[in-house]
T-cell receptor, first 107, second 115 residues
Framework: GQSLEQPSEVTAVEGAIVQINCTYQ??????LSWYQQHDGGAPTFLSY????GLEETGRFSSFLSRSDSYGYLLLQELQMKDSASYFC????????FGRGTQLTVWP | NAGVTQTPKFQVLKTGQSMTLQCAQD?????MSWYRQDPGMGLRLIHY???????DQGEVPNGYNVSRSTTEDFPLRLLSAAPSQTSVYFC??????????????FGEGSRLTVL
């Protein structure tokens, strides 16, 4: 089977740094993706890690450790607009999603 | 480019009725998939396709049928709607196989209520 575990919710204040962890177990694995979804909207792609290590895209970074079946999304300089749900996703040929982490950013 | 287009955006059905959710993409993507999203459950894969004429089941395929006669279209059919199928449905497409790094492009979603 497959499972992707991530915390259900995280809160932080504007300007802070937050890390959302994801542990995975999938039948087939190419890499770990992250998606953002605002209330009422569709998920949008944030990042993808195929190899171990850190990938940085502006204020967002994503990390993968294949040996630990673990990854995280790091959000820096948090802004109110970052309040959303964040999903990790993985698979090999078909893409499975975690249940999502609701991030609330307070002023 | 319209991207991924889903219709209808909202639908109310009675138990036992059938319907088709339409999905079309204009990006020439080979990989297409359907997800349902329920509160606290994340996105669960219903069916997916890696190209015209090829479909396969995901995590929660029961009660749903799909077909892929063209690269562009991937309709999802509810054969006999049940209240448990009340959900938000997302169609998504990608240029690469699911999970291997290709960005998954999502439609706006179809909100289905089964009474």
């Amino acid at each position: 089977g497959q499972s992707l575990e991530q915390p259900s919710e995280v809160t932080a204040v504007e300007g802070a740094i937050v890390q959302i962890n994801c542990t995975y177990q999938t039948s087939g694995f190419y890499g770990l993706s992250w998606y953002q979804q605002h209330d009422g909207g569709a998920p949008t792609f944030l990042s993808y890690n195929a190899l171990d290590g850190l990938e940085e895209t502006g204020r967002f970074s994503s990390f993968l450790s294949r040996s630990d079946s673990y990854g995280y999304l790091l959000l820096q300089e948090l802004q109110m607009k970052d309040s959303a749900s964040y999903f990790c996703a993985a698979g090999g040929g078909r893409l499975y999603f975690g249940r999502g982490t609701q991030l609330t950013v307070w002023p | 480019n319209a991207g991924v287009t889903q219709t209808p955006k909202f639908q109310v059905l009675k138990t036992g009725q059938s319907m088709t959710l339409q999905c079309a993409q204009d990006m020439n993507h080979e990989y297409m998939s359907w997800y349902r999203q329920d509160p606290g459950m994340g996105l669960r894969l219903i069916h997916y396709s890696v190209g015209a004429g090829i479909t396969d089941q995901g995590e929660v395929p029961n009660g749903y049928n799909v077909s892929r006669s063209t690269t562009e279209d991937f309709p999802l059919r509810l054969l006999s709607a049940a209240p448990s199928q009340t959900s938000v449905y997302f169609c998504a497409s990608s240029y690469s196989r699911g999970g291997d790094g290709g960005e998954l492009f999502f439609g706006e979603g179809s909100r289905l209520t089964v009474l």
